[in-house]
C-alpha cells in the first residue's frame, strides 16, 4: 500500500483540482473564457479562422490559468485561502495562487465594441458583434460567445500621393514605389499607420529632420462602388515650414568627458580633429578615436541612419557607459544643425571576480574561478586591455573516466582595439565597430593520474560586422604550442598494452606545434522572432604551417619529419561548416535542425590533425544517448580493462545531424523530443584502429540515438535535461541486432542552455 501512496497523491490531487467550483458562492459562476463566432459565408474558412484567432486575443478578462486542462493555481489559492497576513498559507496563497475570474467580472458591451471596432478597422465597415454568457443549467461555470457578422471586406481600389512641386510633395511622391498600400488589398488601418512611419523614415534619409509621421494625412474615400476605397496621400497644411526644410550639418563637438555636473558647452575648451570638435577640459583620449563612430560630415544632408549608427557606434566604442546626442538649429532663420555627442564614461579600470558552474563537451561538470582585470583605455585610444587569472575544476559524473579529474590554470591577456589596425582594411559605415584582437595566453591542464599539458597560445587578427545579419573574424596567425609533461605509468602503460594498443592515446601527449591563419563566416537572423523560418551558418577555414611545410619539403610518408624549435610542426587544412535552421510550428512551440560537417586534411609533416584540433563526438550538445567522445572513429571498438580509464576518441573528419521538436509545456517549462546521429572518422589509416578511416560506405558507420527532455528557462539562463537512449552503434555486437533500443544503455545529461 505504501508503495503506491505517491499515485494515490497524485490522483487525489487531481480530483481536487477538479473541484474548484464547490469554493464559489450561491449566483457566481466561474468564467472559462470567450470565444468569437464569424458568420459570413461569403469569408474563406482560412480568412475566418485567422480572423476568429486574431478577436480572441482581444477578449477581457482572461479565464484562470490551467495545465492540461487543471486550473492548479485557483485550486492552490483555494486551499491556501487564510485571513492572516503572514506565514506559508500566506505566501503559497499570494505567490502561486490565482483568484477566481468569475462570468459577472466580463464586459459583454465592452468586448463586443473591441472585437467591431478591430473588424471595422480591417476593412469590414459594416461589422456588427453580439455578445452572450453561456451556461449549462445548474453549471457553476459559464462563457461568453460573440457573434460577428462581418459583412463584406472592403478593398483598395487606388492610391494617389502629392502632385505638388514643393520639395516635402516632391519628396513624399519619390516613396511611393515602395509604399505598403497596394490596390486589391484589404483596407487595413495598421498598414496605413505603418505608411506613414515608412514614409517618415524615408524623408528623415532625405535631410527633413522636423518632420514627424503625425504631418501625413491619408484621405480614404469609402463612397466606391464594389465595396472598394480610394486613398489620397497628402501633407497636412498646418505642417510646420521647418518640416518641410532640407537641414544640412553644421559642426559637430564631441565631449568624452561629460557628467551632469557640466552645465555650459565649453566651446572654449575644444580643439578641431578632421571634421568633428573635441571638446574636454583635460585630454582623456587621441583625437583620431572618434573617426570611426562620427559618421555624419558638416555640409552634408542630414540623414537618420548616419545618426542612428553613429550612435550605436559610440555605446559600442567601450569606454563609455552613457551616451546622449543633441541636435541645434544654427539659427532661427537657417536650415543648418550643430551635433553634440555627450559621452560619460565608464571607470577606466575594473576588478572583477567571477564564480562559474560549466558542463563541458566531455561530460564534465565542474566550477571555474576567473580574476578579470580591466583597462578600457589603455592607450587613449579606446583599447581594452584585459588581463584575467582562471583556475577550474571539472569532475565526470556518470561517465568512463571517474576518478581522473580535470584541473585548469592559467593566464590570459587581451588587447582590443575598436578599429582595423591595418594599412586596408573593408568599408564599414554601419553601425557596428570593427575590432582588432591580440591574445596571448598559457594554460597548464593537470589530469589526475594520468599527465600535465603545457599549452602556449597567441593570435592575431579582426572582427567585423558587415550587416545585422553578416559577421567577419579574420585571424592572421593563430599559434599554440602543447609541450606534455610528468606522464604517469599507468598511462604509459595504457598505450603500450600490447592487447589493447590505442594510437588515441599516444596522441593525446604529442607535441603541437600550430602556426597559421584563419577565417570564419557567421549568417544568422535566429534573433528575429517573428520568423516563422530562421537559419544559422557558421563557416571556418584554418591552416597551420603550410607554407613553410611546403618550402622545408617535409613529408612525414617519406621520412622528411621537419622541426620547430625541437618540435615536429603540424601541416593541415581544417574546414568546418555548422548549419541550423528553426521552424515555429506555433507561438510557443518550434523544430530545431542542425548539421555539422568538418574536414581536416592533414598532409606534408602530418598524418592526422593535432589532438588539440581534432574532431569529437558524443555527450550534452551532441549525440546525447552516448558518452561524450566515446564514439568512433568510425566503427573502431574500443577495449578498456576494468578499472581503467576511457580514452577520449577524436578524428579527423566529423558528420552530425540533430533534430529536435520543443514545444512549451507550461510557465518556464518547455519539453523536447529529439533524434541524433552521426560520428567522426580518421582520413589515414594507422593500421591499429579498425574501421576507422572515412570511406564511401560511411553511413554504416553511424551512431543513431534518440530521448526527450526538460528545459527550464529562467531567463537569465537555460537548465536543461536530457535522456538519450542509443538506436544504433556505429559497430557490431555480438548478439545484438543493428537497431535496438534499450533504456538501459541510456544517458541522462544535466547542462546549461540549449544544445545549439
Known amino acids: 500500500m505504501i508503495k503506491h501512496f505517491k499515485y494515490i497523491l497524485f490522483v487525489s490531487v487531481l480530483l481536487s483540482a477538479c473541484s474548484n467550483t464547490k469554493y464559489l458562492t450561491s449566483g457566481q459562476k466561474l468564467y472559462t473564457g470567450g470565444e468569437v463566432k464569424i458568420e459570413d459565408k461569403d469569408i474563406k474558412k482560412s480568412d475566418a479562422k485567422a480572423l476568429k484567432t486574431e478577436m480572441d486575443?482581444?477578449?477581457?478578462p482572461k479565464p484562470n490559468s490551467s495545465i492540461l486542462g487543471l486550473r492548479v493555481k485557483l485550486w492552490i489559492y483555494n486551499k491556501t485561502r487564510t485571513k492572516k497576513t503572514k506565514g506559508l498559507a500566506h505566501w503559497l496563497n499570494t505567490k502561486f495562487g490565482e483568484p477566481p475570474v468569475l462570468a459577472s467580472a466580463v464586459d459583454l458591451e465592452r468586448n463586443s465594441n473591441i472585437v467591431q471596432n478591430r473588424l471595422q478597422n480591417e476593412g469590414y465597415f459594416q461589422a456588427q458583434v453580439t455578445g452572450d454568457t453561456v451556461s449549462k443549467p445548474k453549471s457553476k461555470t459559464a462563457k461568453a460567445v460573440y457573434t460577428a457578422a462581418t459583412g463584406p471586406v472592403y478593398k483598395i481600389r487606388k492610391v494617389t500621393f502629392p502632385g505638388g512641386k514643393e520639395s516635402i510633395d516632391t519628396a513624399v511622391a519619390g516613396t511611393a514605389a515602395q509604399t505598403f498600400l497596394k490596390p486589391g488589398n484589404n483596407y487595413n488601418l495598421d498598414v496605413i499607420k505603418n505608411e506613414r512611419i515608412r514614409i517618415d523614415a524615408r524623408l528623415k534619409e532625405e535631410g527633413f529632420y522636423y518632420f514627424a509621421p503625425e504631418n501625413l494625412i491619408m484621405k480614404v474615400d469609402s463612397a466606391v462602388a464594389n465595396h472598394q476605397v480610394d486613398i489620397s496621400v497628402a501633407v497636412k497644411r498646418s505642417?510646420?515650414?521647418?518640416a518641410k526644410e532640407i537641414y544640412t550639418i553644421n559642426?559637430?563637438?564631441?565631449?568624452?568627458s561629460y557628467s551632469l555636473r557640466d552645465t555650459s558647452l565649453m566651446l572654449d575648451k575644444g580643439y578641431k580633429y578632421r571634421w568633428y570638435h573635441i571638446v574636454e577640459k583635460r585630454k582623456t583620449v587621441n583625437s583620431y578615436i572618434f573617426a570611426n563612430t562620427v559618421l555624419l560630415r558638416p555640409g552634408e544632408v542630414y540623414n537618420r541612419t548616419d545618426h542612428n549608427n553613429s550612435l550605436n557606434r559610440f555605446v559600442n566604442l567601450g569606454p563609455y557607459k552613457f551616451v546622449k546626442n543633441r541636435f541645434e538649429d544654427v539659427s532661427e532663420d537657417s536650415s543648418k544643425l550643430d551635433v553634440y555627442y555627450f559621452l560619460t564614461p565608464y571607470k577606466k579600470k575594473s576588478l572583477q571576480l567571477e564564480l562559474l558552474g560549466r558542463t563541458t563537451s566531455a561530460n564534465y561538470t565542474g566550477t571555474q574561478i576567473n580574476i578579470n582585470w580591466l583597462n578600457r583605455n589603455a592607450f587613449k585610444g579606446g583599447e581594452a586591455l584585459k588581463?584575467?587569472?582562471f583556475g577550474s575544476t571539472d569532475v565526470q559524473f556518470g561517465g568512463?573516466?571517474?576518478g581522473f579529474n580535470v584541473y585548469q590554470a592559467g593566464i590570459q591577456t587581451t588587447l582590443s582595439w575598436p578599429r582595423f589596425i591595418s594599412p586596408i582594411y573593408p568599408k564599414a559605415d554601419n553601425a557596428y565597430i570593427p575590432h582588432t584582437n591580440f591574445t596571448l595566453g598559457y594554460t597548464l591542464v593537470d589530469r589526475q593520474k594520468l599527465y600535465r599539458l603545457n599549452s602556449f597560445n597567441a593570435s592575431f587578427g579582426y572582427q567585423w560586422k558587415e550587416s545585422v545579419h553578416r559577421s567577419h573574424e579574420l585571424n592572421i596567425f593563430n599559434f599554440n604550442f602543447v609541450n606534455p609533461q610528468h606522464i604517469s605509468q599507468l598511462y604509459l602503460d595504457s598505450i603500450n598494452n600490447p592487447k589493447n594498443i590505442n594510437p588515441a592515446l599516444k596522441h593525446v601527449i604529442d607535441k603541437q606545434f600550430i602556426f597559421g591563419p584563419s577565417y570564419g563566416y557567421t549568417y544568422t537572423n535566429t534573433t528575429e522572432d517573428y520568423r516563422t523560418n530562421s537559419f544559422y551558418y557558421n563557416g571556418k577555414v584554418s591552416l597551420s604551417n603550410n607554407l613553410y611545410g611546403i618550402i622545408s619539403g617535409a613529408d612525414t610518408v617519406k621520412g622528411k619529419v621537419k622541426q620547430i624549435f625541437g618540435a615536429n610542426f603540424n601541416q593541415y587544412v581544417k574546414i568546418e561548416n555548422e548549419i541550423r535552421f528553426f521552424h515555429k510550428t506555433g507561438p510557443n512551440s518550434k523544430f530545431a535542425s542542425r548539421l555539422l560537417v568538418g574536414v581536416g586534411l592533414p598532409y606534408g609533416n602530418s598524418t592526422q590533425l593535432p589532438y588539440s584540433q581534432q574532431f569529437f563526438i558524443g555527450g550534452p550538445n551532441s549525440l546525447r544517448g552516448f558518452q561524450a567522445r566515446t564514439i568512433g572513429p568510425g566503427s573502431y571498438v574500443v577495449k578498456v580493462n576494468p578499472g581503467n580509464f576511457f580514452p577520449d576518441q577524436s578524428g579527423d573528419i566529423k558528420i552530425e545531424a540533430n533534430l529536435e521538436y520543443r514545444p512549451k509545456l507550461f510557465s518556464i517549462v518547455y519539453g523536447a523530443l529529439f533524434v541524433d546521429a552521426g560520428n567522426i572518422w580518421l582520413k589515414n589509416s594507422n593500421g591499429l584502429?579498425?574501421?576507422?578511416?572515412?570511406?564511401?560506405?560511411?553511413?554504416?558507420?553511424?551512431?543513431v540515438d534518440a530521448g526527450f527532455g526538460l528545459r527550464f528557462?529562467?531567463?537569465?539562463?537555460v537548465l536543461r535535461t536530457d535522456l538519450g537512449v542509443p538506436l544504433r552503434y556505429p559497430y557490431s555486437r555480438p548478439g545484438k541486432k543493428e537497431w535496438d533500443m534499450n533504456f538501459r544503455y541510456s544517458v541522462f545529461n544535466l547542462a546549461i542552455g540549449y544544445p545549439f
Open 57 to 60: 486575443a482581444l477578449l477581457r
Open 251 to 256: 559642426d559637430i563637438y564631441v565631449y568624452p
Open 239 to 242: 505642417t510646420a515650414d521647418r
Open 387 to 389: 588581463v584575467t587569472l
Open 713 to 717: 528557462d529562467l531567463t537569465v539562463l
Open 689 to 703: 584502429q579498425p574501421g576507422a578511416v572515412f570511406t564511401k560506405n560511411f553511413l554504416n558507420d553511424m551512431a
Open 400 to 402: 568512463n573516466n571517474n
